[in-house]
């Protein structure tokens, strides 16, 4: 059913049916996803989050981009609060076809001059249109409209100037013989004594439309008894918003931090599932076009960090805040900006609270247990063409990246060989020993890792192992086939191995692992210092 058709017949409907005002493309979505069938577009409410008066401020064609942006992330009927017509009967004409272009439901015009002003300020002294020339408006809108569906409300305004029952039902009568689909009467007052004695007097002749927004202390039963045809809430979401946004603002200017809202608030990653952050990664996925150095990545985030305390009581080391988002969301970032977009994290503790989106998910749920190799066991299908594994707590410049995607190695480790530069040299650090020494190694050389261990008093120390490898389609291969035998041959000393415990096998294999010396520019989260650390990293 085409979305002027849902809405012909909630007006048709014999029960109550309900409209939820929006005001732009996010608060819609917000409200189709609670349930609501329609959606009010408020001129009110879209003037408002345009920062402009409700008197016709803003220009029709403003409100037109803002509605299309709401018809385009929903799929549930928008009915537009479109004021007076924005002009005469050729506007509206022209306002209708438009409307319909962009898959807008239908449209309430009401009974008052242009510029209109809101009902609510100054009602009894805003004049009334003629009769004659509104019919003329509506007949106009209805001849031309392309569907026969396409809807279009016609809202009296008598009780608002202070007219009286008599001229809103005079009114309300003309309107339909004019061809108007529905007829919303208004009200300012506190209780629905003038809308009742209205739809009581106006029996079912035509489908009646109202807003309580003052009345909205009589009880929907009321309505439902009535036999009103919708009710609309008008402008709830945007006064939420207002409020919200003023605390929130108060609350940061005066604490300078945002410890105390960030709790409190969407995330980023909510944020982006409303914007349709999903469907993009998957349409990438198809349309986008790859090469043979494009890469995967998969970002082993399945620990607590017990060495962190109390900051992960409640969520994994991988999403504790660095510059006010998760840890992951830098790390995710950095590969996304080099256009590695096909990324899986495997998750563990507190899996529920990793939930960044548009990326793929593989879990550990046997994280207390298991060591890092049993975590990348778990997604094992996604070791094939190039793919980059790094810790969901190594925080890295983007461009070791870029250098690592460009190397044709089948294994390639990310070394840094300012490790003794680090604050703290006491804590665990994945030495390594390599063909050549950073100083000894030209432009064109080549350098292989000759053993890696974290007893730095057994070799030549030439730096430290970041936690990022990299491997090849025919790496990616081999690495998978040696996990597999590894976890066959004895899976419960498996279940503890370590990277670089799979890194030495493959030495013993005799396979070449490339090293990629770095001068610092990454982070390794292990300790409170570490999160401090990372604010200015």
Known sequence: MKKDQKLREMILSNDV???????????????????????????????????????????????????????DATTVPILLDGDTGYGNFNNMRRLVRKLEQRDVAGVCIEDKLFPKTNSFIRGTAQPLADTDEFCGKIKAGKDAQTSDNFNIVARVEAFIAGWGLKEALRRAELYRQAGADAILIHSALKNPSEILEFKKEWADRHPVVIVPTK????????????????????????????????????????????????ENIASVSEVFRLQGETELAEAEKRYLPTSHTSASAIILAASRGK?????????????????????????????REVNIKQLCVVRGYRKEQVNIPAIDYADNDDYETTGEVYSLFQAKEKLKGNVIVSYGDVLFKKHILYELSDNPGDFVIVVDYQWEKKAELNRPMDFVQCSEPKSNVSFYNTVSLKSIGVDKSKMQVHGEWTGILKLSAKGSEIFKKLLEDQFAKNAVEFKNFKLPDILRSLLSSGQNIEVQYIAGDWLDVDLLDDVLAGSGF
């Open 215 to 262: 009345y909205y202390t009589t009880p929907t039963e009321v309505f439902r008894e009535y036999k009103f045809s919708i009710v609309i809430w008008a402008n709830h979401l945007m006064r939420t918003a207002v409020t919200a946004m003023q605390n929130t603002a108060r609350q940061i200017y005066q604490d300078q931090n945002l410890l105390a809202v960030e």
């Open 307 to 335: 060495e962190l305390g109390e900051l992960t009581d409640n969520i994994p080391k991988a999403m504790i805040p660095i510059r006010n988002k998760p840890l992951l969301a830098h790390i995710i970032e950095n590969y």
């Open 17 to 71: 049916r309900f409209l939820m005002e929006a005001h732009n493309g996010l608060s819609a979505k917000i409200a189709e996803e609670a349930g609501f069938e329609g959606i009010w577009a408020s001129g009110l409410s879209i003037s408002a989050q345009l920062g402009v008066r409700d008197n016709n401020e803003a220009s029709w064609t403003q409100v037109l981009e803002v509605v299309e942006f709401m018809s």
